[in-house]
């Protein structure tokens, strides 16, 4: 790190390059109010809510193990040989993923899922099922759209990045829009918006790349500690997809215990609308990883985590504004159609988790730091106790007869608060080594 680089570096030129990079996430978390909030006003809101969160959340999981290939494509885009390498590995990965969707999605096995596993009634089950077929291409569409935005963010162009994602959410809006004049099933209009939303997004990436010649740029650093073939990308990605597919796997899960609840049928919508609502504040963080990867080599660690907190910080006072003031909660009530037993169990999920924009917002600081140093197995092994304390704590809480959707907010809570704890012992314990030594 060179000083005087250091020294130039400021929370706000930091935020310069964040807040491209945060519109593309407010975008696309953006999007599922939108859809939450037009499924609310058709009708059979509930069983179609809750079949669009159901099929949105296995989608998700088959999308977790290639999440992280924006984090690594913005690490490995600098090395011509493990760029390329990373291509290839991305094409085997969506073309596996694709696949074992497909099979879920097919009749018998989603029969299957759907009656013993996640316990969902005929209707609800139904609707899942269509909803998961709409999104077959989910994985492919995200996996390529992550890597072409990891190439961006590298190379300095956050501004595509974010104006890629403005238009994903136009064609949200716009499919949700001649789907409800027209009167499309609600279900159907769920997938559909959202795999054409990504779809376009992906699509407007990959020109921008090509157009800045970010997929084609001559090599910019040393790759020597860089893997330059497909075995030496496994290697490298391997605990980071391992995170994801263990997080979105556990959130699956979550639905699954949320169908036990007492208050199920109000529940497994209540949870993801309400989810949802607090994503739209919380996605505005995420970004602050792809800051701190970029500039852990030009900036102190004190400066990048001020700048951390500088983001989730307010965040969290404006969701928990939203939460506890009349305007707040009539902005909720109308997102969730004015459907009052939507709004009892949402409300609470809202007002929990007011505080998890600054838990994600620490949480993506400090994986940044830890993958800027090719630590990436102590991310892993945070998102094993994230979500073993998620699961237990929701279990508990579903025993304990609290509605499901508080109960899920509170587990999510503990979990994050776990897993930032761990990932913030990792980087002292590193630190206090460093001194000693």
């Not at 590298?154 to 104006?163: D, F, L, S, W, Y």
């Not at 709004?343 to 993506?364: D, E, H, R, T, Y």
Request: with cysteine; proline share 4%; aromatic share 6%.
């Amino acid at each position: 790190m060179s000083e005087p680089e250091a020294t130039e570096m400021t929370v706000r030129s930091l935020w310069a390059q964040f807040l491209p990079l945060s519109l593309s996430e407010v975008t696309m978390a953006a999007g599922e109010p939108l859809i939450t909030t037009t499924l609310a006003h058709l009708p059979e809101a509930q069983v179609n809510l809750a079949a669009a969160g159901v099929a949105k959340s296995l989608a998700v999981f088959f999308e977790s193990p290639i999440i992280m290939l924006l984090h690594a494509s913005n690490a490995l885009s600098a090395a011509v040989a493990s760029r390329r390498a990373l291509f290839r590995f991305m094409m085997i990965a969506i073309a596996v993923l694709t696949g074992c969707l497909l099979l879920l999605a097919s009749p018998p096995a989603f029969a299957f899922l759907g009656r013993h596993v996640l316990r969902l009634d005929g209707a609800i089950g139904e609707r899942a099922q269509v909803v998961l077929l709409l999104l077959i291409l989910w994985p492919a569409a995200i996996g390529w759209r992550r890597y072409f935005q990891g190439q961006l963010i590298r190379a300095g162009h956050a501004r595509q990045v974010g104006r890629a994602g403005l238009a994903r959410l136009a064609v949200v809006a716009a499919v949700l829009a001649v789907g409800f004049a027209t009167g499309m099933p609600g279900a159907w209009l769920a997938g559909t918006a959202l795999l054409l939303g990504v779809i376009s997004e992906a699509l407007l990436v990959t020109v921008a790349a090509r157009k800045l010649g970010t997929a084609h740029a001559p090599q910019t650093a040393d790759a020597r500690d860089l893997p330059t073939d497909v075995a030496g990308v496994w290697r490298f990605y391997w605990p980071l997809a391992n995170s994801m597919l263990v997080v979105w796997g556990g959130r699956a899960i979550l639905v699954a215990l949320v169908a036990r609840a007492e208050d199920a049928s109000v529940a497994l919508a209540a949870w993801p609308a309400a989810w949802g609502f607090v994503l739209l504040i919380a996605n505005t963080t995420r970004m602050v990883q792809q800051v701190i990867i970029r500039n852990r080599a030009q900036a102190s660690d004190g400066l990048l985590v001020r700048f951390a907190l500088s983001v989730g910080v307010p965040c969290t006072l404006l969701l928990l504004g939203i939460a506890v003031t009349s305007p707040g909660r009539l902005l909720l009530s109308a997102f969730l159609g004015h459907d009052s037993s939507l709004l009892a169990g949402g409300l609470p999920v809202v007002l929990l988790c007011s505080i998890v924009p600054m838990f994600i917002s620490l949480q993506n600081a400090v994986q940044g730091f830890l993958i800027s140093e090719g630590r990436t197995s102590r991310v892993n092994v945070a998102t094993w106790l994230g979500t073993t304390v998620l699961l237990g704590a929701a279990a508990s809480g579903i025993r304990a007869k609290m509605p499901g959707a508080t109960a899920a907010a509170v587990a999510m809570l503990a979990a994050l608060a776990a897993e930032v704890l761990w990932l913030s012992l990792g980087l002292r314990q590193r630190a206090e080594r460093a001194q000693a030594h």
